[in-house]
């Protein structure tokens, strides 16, 4: 079945480093693939897309590209703030079915 | 205004007890879903309905019950609540395309 891999943390990093958390999938057909962020105490919210091969997402400063050749995700940006402390997730959801499959989260801590 | 809401955001009860939590959403989308969070963050689907119809329904106990009155709505029933029931149930919504799933806020659940 359809499945994703994303590295273990915590990640931790102090403000203004260059950030990347890397996310592999698996999955047959042309997935959409997503980045959800949990802030702490809170609920999911969508971070950023990407729906078919090359697409770029974008937001908040944070990017990822949909690389089908390597079948990844990875999450980058160039500065994170201490606001960006959080669990993030990413998850896809395979071509035909609604749900969407979730890698196991990674916790990201910025220090001042 | 909130877009996915969720009712309670805590409940705590005891074991052998029966709780609902409730979801709505404002959207419009068609498809709603519920999501179980467990204690080291891992996400995964439990229910999903379209137009008020089950459409997915992963490995979950019969204990758990999912009731959608119309598409804004759909409630999760849980009887006979045990110590593994504790988690954070996290309701969604999307439309078909864009695929895009939003969440509501979760609801924290500790079952002593």
């Known amino acids: 079945g359809d499945s994703v891999t994303q590295m273990e943390g915590p990640v931790t990093l102090s403000e203004e480093a260059f950030l990347t958390i890397n996310c592999t999938y698996t999955a047959t057909g042309y997935p959409s693939l997503f980045w959800y962020v949990q802030y702490p105490g809170e609920g999911l919210q969508l971070l950023l897309k990407?729906?078919?091969?090359?697409d770029k997402g974008s937001n908040k400063g944070f990017e990822a590209t949909y690389r089908k050749e390597t079948t990844s995700f990875h999450l980058e940006k160039g500065s994170v703030q201490v606001s960006d402390s959080a669990v993030y997730f990413c998850?896809?959801?395979?071509?035909?079915?609604?749900?969407?499959?979730f890698g196991t989260g990674t916790r990201l801590l910025v220090s001042p | 205004d909130t877009a996915v809401s969720q009712t309670p955001k805590y409940l705590v009860t005891q074991m052998g007890n029966d709780k609902s939590i409730k979801c709505e959403q404002n959207l419009g989308h068609d498809t709603m879903y519920w999501y179980k969070q467990d204690s080291k963050k891992f996400l995964k689907i439990m229910f999903s309905?379209?137009?008020?119809?089950?459409?997915i329904n992963e490995t979950v106990p019969n204990r758990f019950s999912p009731k959608s009155p119309d598409k804004a709505h759909l409630n999760l029933h849980i009887n006979s609540l045990e110590l593994g029931d504790s988690a954070v149930y996290f309701c969604?919504?999307?439309?078909?395309?864009?695929?895009?799933?939003?969440f509501g806020p979760g609801t924290r659940l500790t079952v002593l």
């Open positions: 969604a919504s999307s439309q078909e395309t864009p695929p895009t799933q939003y």
């Open positions: 998850a896809l959801r395979g071509t035909g079915f609604q749900k969407l499959v």
């Open positions: 309905y379209n137009n008020k119809e089950l459409i």
């Open positions: 990407a729906t078919k091969a090359d």
